[in-house]
């Protein structure tokens, strides 16, 4: 197969790929996000603790995180023919792609929403703060650098994901591969791919990463830094109160 051949059929594949990873990122990320700051909020000492509400969500998310994606693909294919009306093509590979990447990117979100010094919440609380205004002022701008690193890892999973749907009909670059690279034996389209997938993955690293550091390295910005400035000055002020 000559390159005339073969760049039309990786435009095609390329572009099927950036549809469904972009689609199913974004739901992930808008779904995952307050899934993920549910579970730390509800946890025990939590701002809105439930243990009731944690092990469930925990749970689900857990049996979702554990399920092998071609499982899922399966498993969910009469909810994606309800949902989009087929189950091949780029379209339906949407469905099962979102789905996987939801518990998956919670998880992250919980964790980076953990690492959140305790101190900065207790401030905003002190202050009268709700909840609300502690998710958003506080939980979400301070660990937003490890959320775009979560969002980074995400992606790059839902590549991969992608890849494996291609070897039901997802379309996209691992459909691709599949049909010319391993069916019809074109093994030069078949390491195209893969170089093609490779330089695609560690771009969106590099990205990734340097927007994280980027966020890092300019104090992640909000209201947070002035609460650490307030709390460093308050045991000042309570000396100024003892020697008076």
């Known amino acids: 197969m000559t390159w005339s051949e073969m760049q039309p059929l990786l435009e095609q594949a390329s572009w099927e790929t950036l549809i469904m990873v972009g689609w199913s990122t974004l ?27 944690n092990k469930v969500v925990g749970q689900v998310v857990n049996v979702g995180r554990s399920m092998p994606f071609i499982i899922l693909m399966v498993a969910l ?41 305790g101190g900065l919440v207790e401030a905003v609380q002190s202050m009268g ?15 937003l650098p490890s959320l775009i690193a979560s969002t980074t890892t995400t992606v790059i999973a839902l590549i991969g994901y992608s890849a494996m749907a291609g070897t039901v009909g997802g379309g996209g670059l691992g459909d691709l591969a599949v049909r010319y690279g391993y069916q019809r034996f074109e093994t030069g ?7 093609l997938l490779a330089v695609v993955i560690s771009l969106i690293q590099f990205a990734g990463d340097l927007a994280a550091r980027t966020l ?22 309570a000396d100024i109160g003892k020697v008076a």
């Open 216 to 237: 890092h390295s300019r104090g992640r910005g909000g209201a947070a830094p002035a609460l650490r400035l307030l709390k460093a000055k308050e045991p000042a002020a």
């Open 189 to 195: 389209l078949m390491w195209i791919t893969v170089a």
């Open 27 to 53: 739901i992930a990320v808008v779904a995952g996000l307050p899934l993920g700051v549910l579970l730390v909020l509800s946890d025990r000492g939590g701002l809105l603790q439930n243990v009731v509400v």
């Open 129 to 143: 703060g709700s909840t609300w205004t502690i998710v958003r002022k506080v939980l979400v701008p301070e660990a």
């Open 77 to 117: 294919m009469s909810f994606t023919r309800w949902v989009t009306g087929t189950t091949i093509g780029s379209e339906a590979a949407i469905v099962p792609l979102a789905i996987g990447g939801i518990p998956f990117f919670a998880r992250l979100v919980e964790t980076a929403v953990r690492e959140v010094d």
